[in-house]
């Protein structure tokens, strides 16, 4: 469930500009700057440009801050890779994000976005202790700016230890007990260095709670986290809802959310028969959900599964399709192992072929045969609904996805 929830979106916004003279080709600058520390850990990161057919025209190297250029065809449409691999401590890590038919008419600024990271990093001055209490076991945790406490088992009393930051007033403190019942309080101005005492029956329940049934899902996971109301980019604000918090609920999963708090980055996902290779999640951004919808397709087509040739097919219309490809060679030893990942998010194309260029492939035995890669997943998204503001900025949107392993 983690993999959907760390799943990674280069924002490419770009527009269509035609070309008044389709006889002479102007070559233009397209630029792609990596904003700093985007790629951290990674030895070393590329940009590709394929063609249409897939075929690799060019490729640069790139790092955190810098800016690449290539000369391109603005009328036409290009294929675009970010490629990055890890080489460090007896692991290697090789991780590849294809976006296709992009419209490069707009420079790419590579940057984490809203799904779940921190926008900024605020600056921690010192710290402060959270005590939880419960006649039962709970859980407990501490948030503000997206940035959590540190985690403990649940127990009758949690201690939680969280960081203080400069100019951060307000601190949320969210626990559960193991039926899967939550309650929440402020911390208002708190003081560092010092211990604040709660008791998980005196702290308020969540005034709005959504409840679905657990005999509709052989397994459901959730994460709610709070939108900064003062960030433009959806920065996460505080966690409502962790997503390793294992509840054993009866009846009902309840999710649930703040009166005071206005929009959220909601995420559910699972699975509706436990033998199923088929998984569902549902994400929105805006106010609280008062019901879910989910994708319920019993299969899709895939008559060519190779990354050098591959299909999908689905009776679903109005999706779009991200592919999951990984390498046999991949392996995990105790600390030592290797994985590759290629991401390949193809929109409403149902067909695409890639490649790489030699250099890149005689440098990874991971990328070296193409044909070897194996199919790990496909993802059908769907768009529930998107809403608008008067400036036109998007604030709310919802979307279904239904993913199957293969």
Request: proline share 4%; aromatic share 12%.
């Amino acid at each position: 469930m983690r993999k959907l929830l760390l799943l990674l979106c280069m924002p490419f916004l770009f527009s269509c500009v035609e070309d008044d003279k389709p006889d002479s080709v102007v070559k233009e600058t397209f630029s792609v700057t990596a904003a700093s520390n985007y790629f951290g850990k990674y030895d070393e990161a590329y940009i590709i440009l394929h063609d249409l057919d897939g075929k690799p025209l060019e490729f640069k190297q790139i790092h955190d801050g810098e800016t690449i250029e290539f000369q391109v065809d603005k009328s036409k449409k290009y294929h675009v890779t970010e490629y990055k691999t890890d080489d460090s401590s007896g692991k290697h890590n090789s991780f590849l994000y294809t976006h296709l038919n992009q419209e490069l008419t707009e420079n790419l600024i590579l940057s984490t976005n809203s799904s779940g990271v921190v926008e900024y990093a605020p600056n921690p001055v010192g710290e402060f202790e959270v005590n939880v209490k419960n006649s039962e076991p709970i859980y407990s945790l501490i948030s503000a700016k997206g940035y959590a406490s540190t985690y403990n088992e649940s127990a009758q009393s949690v201690n939680n230890t969280m960081k203080y930051f400069s100019g951060v007033d307000r601190y949320l403190v969210v626990a559960a007990n193991k039926s899967g019942h939550n309650r929440y309080q402020f911390i208002d101005s708190p003081e560092l260095d010092k211990t604040y005492s709660l008791n998980y029956e005196t702290m308020t329940e969540f005034e709005h709670v959504l409840k679905l049934s657990t005999s509709d899902y052989a397994s459901l996971a959730y994460m709610i986290t709070s939108v900064n109301p003062e960030s433009a980019k959806n920065s996460p604000e505080f966690i409502i809802k962790p997503d390793f918090w294992d509840f054993n609920s009866t009846d009902f999963y309840e999710i649930g959310f703040i009166s005071d708090i206005d929009n959220y980055i909601t995420f559910i996902g699972g699975k509706k028969n436990p033998n199923s290779k088929t998984q569902f999640s549902y994400r929105k951004l805006g106010t609280a959900p008062s019901e879910i919808h989910v994708l319920d397709i019993d299969e899709i087509l895939v008559p060519k599964s190779k990354i050098s040739d591959f299909e999908v097919e689905t009776v679903v219309a109005e999706v779009t399709y991200t592919s999951f490809f990984t390498s046999p060679l991949s392996y995990l030893n105790g600390t030592d192992f290797q994985f590759l990942l290629w991401t390949v998010i193809s929109g409403n194309t149902t067909k695409f072929a890639l490649e790489l260029p030699e250099e890149l492939k005689a440098a990874n035995k991971l990328i070296t045969n193409l044909d070897e890669l194996r199919l790990s997943s496909v993802s059908i998204s769907k768009s529930m609904y998107e809403k608008k503001s008067v400036d036109d900025q998007l604030y709310e949107l919802a979307e279904v996805s239904q993913t199957f392993e293969y």
